[in-house]
């Protein structure tokens, strides 16, 4: 099996150049100036060669939600997006906490087979914070990582077990920082705008100091930890302050933390709704700047699709969440490169190849050799984003209405053509 692509510009870790790409049996075969071969062929000039994305956190709902989404559609989305891998959340039903439910659900990507899926499982059984789940067995059926996100685990002694278990198989903790106690019920940032509006607020502290014990708990077992979608300027500086210490930490961010700020909250649109809690300019300059200098390693969309029942309601009844898979790259290329804030190449390095690191994922980049995970996008291809024509049954965006720039074109996984636009 081959396929040439022609004339695009490959998005590499040193640049970009303008290249001829030869896909052999699922793997980048040659990469070269000029390639002649008599195969199915993707004329790309014009259009840019990017790694795959490798989203690193999503909810894909199945098992027990799919009202919200299910393995198929959230798969769809992604394709849609430029998304080659995903890594699923365990807050299902039943949770993602025992081999049975990875197994189902790595059976059920396999029968779908649009992109490739790795399920997460729960760091604790039922995602209580009580007791570990059955860490070894999960890692056997094929979880690439641990979270009980949603949920940060407040037992710091159960946090460490945990940590170290994982570790012993190769398994990292990706934590939710959210210190249950003291958000107390907040549902926006703390700030001008929740007493404007009579919501009630959410302070920084919420996730900066479950942050700083995370990262405590690594300093002090030298064992890696993962902080999920970094949302405060503080949260920022902890974690610069510990990279430069030494301690193995890694962050992701998601785009509605370097794009909103909780000016949003005012027109009380459920779609604002979401946990972290977009906060203020900032916040939103500090993520922007952890970004540039490696403080957070990767972006990701933390994509939580709600059906409408879950939203058409009172702001502080709404589900907390954002459907973002298919607009990820379209609104981290507007927001960041356009504005000379990362050059395409950091953005590849932020939406694919840092997860594949931070995860031991093989792809993530484009070389001789690595699976043929693509996506062909046109970033000179604007469009308005409108919920209602998303794949993902979710259509809970506060983007909507906005301009973009980059249009996925065609994606492949392993070679194969998944995805074309029409």
């Given at each position: 099996m081959k396929l040439l692509i022609k004339n695009g510009t490959l998005v590499l870790p040193e640049g970009e150049i303008k290249s001829d790409l030869l896909i052999k049996d699922g793997k980048i075969a040659e990469i070269a100036q000029k390639i002649e071969d008599d195969c199915p062929t993707i004329e790309a000039r014009g259009k840019h060669i990017f790694p795959g994305l490798i989203d690193?956190?999503?909810?894909?709902r199945e098992p027990g939600f799919e009202g919200k989404e299910d393995?198929?559609?959230?798969?769809?989305a992604a394709v849609k997006g430029g998304v080659t891998q995903v890594c699923c959340m365990p807050n299902t039903n039943p949770v993602c906490d025992n081999a049975v439910v990875v197994s189902y659900i790595k059976n059920r990507a396999k029968e779908v087979n649009l992109c490739k899926i790795?399920?997460?499982g729960a760091i604790t059984r039922g995602q209580q914070g009580e007791a570990l789940s059955d860490i070894g067995k999960m890692k056997s059926a094929g979880v690439?990582?641990?979270?009980?996100?949603?949920k940060s685990v407040m037992n710091s002694y159960i946090m460490r077990l945990a940590m170290e278990y994982a570790n012993d198989f190769g398994l990292k903790c990706?934590?939710?920082?959210?210190?249950?106690?003291?958000v107390d019920g907040g549902v926006v940032n703390e700030g001008y705008n929740s007493t404007l509006t009579g919501l009630k607020g959410s302070p920084r502290a919420v996730e900066d100091i479950m942050i700083a014990r995370e990262i405590a708990l690594s300093e002090s077992l030298g064992i890696p930890v993962h902080i999920c979608h970094v949302s405060t300027y503080s949260g920022v500086e902890i974690i610069r302050s510990a990279k430069a210490r030494g301690v193995k930490v890694t962050a992701e961010t998601c785009p509605h933390y370097f794009i909103l700020t909780d000016d949003i909250i005012t027109s009380?649109?459920?779609?604002?709704?979401?946990?972290?809690?977009v906060r203020e300019c900032r916040d939103v300059e500090e993520i922007i700047r952890g970004l540039q200098d490696g403080t957070i390693d990767c972006i990701v969309t933390d994509h939580a699709p709600h059906s409408a029942k879950d939203k058409q309601v009172e702001y502080n009844l709404a589900a907390f969440g954002i459907s973002g898979i298919e607009t990820s790259l379209a609104l981290s290329y507007t927001y960041l490169v356009k504005t000379g804030r990362l050059t395409l190449s950091g953005l590849a390095e932020k939406t694919s190849r840092a997860a594949a690191k931070i995860l031991g994922l093989e792809g993530g980049e484009i070389k001789v050799g690595a699976p043929a995970d693509l996506a062909v996008v046109d970033f000179n291809k604007s469009y308005v984003i409108d919920g209602n024509k998303f794949v993902s049954k979710g259509k809970n965006t506060p983007f909507n209405g906005y301009k973009v720039f980059g249009e996925v074109q065609y994606t492949l996984v392993d070679g194969e053509i998944k995805y074309k636009t029409e």
């Open positions: 690193m956190h999503v909810h894909l393995i198929k559609s959230g798969s769809e790795h399920p997460i690439v990582a641990l979270s009980d996100d949603g990706l934590c939710h920082c959210e210190d249950a106690n003291l009380y649109d459920t779609f604002t709704k979401v946990n972290p809690p």
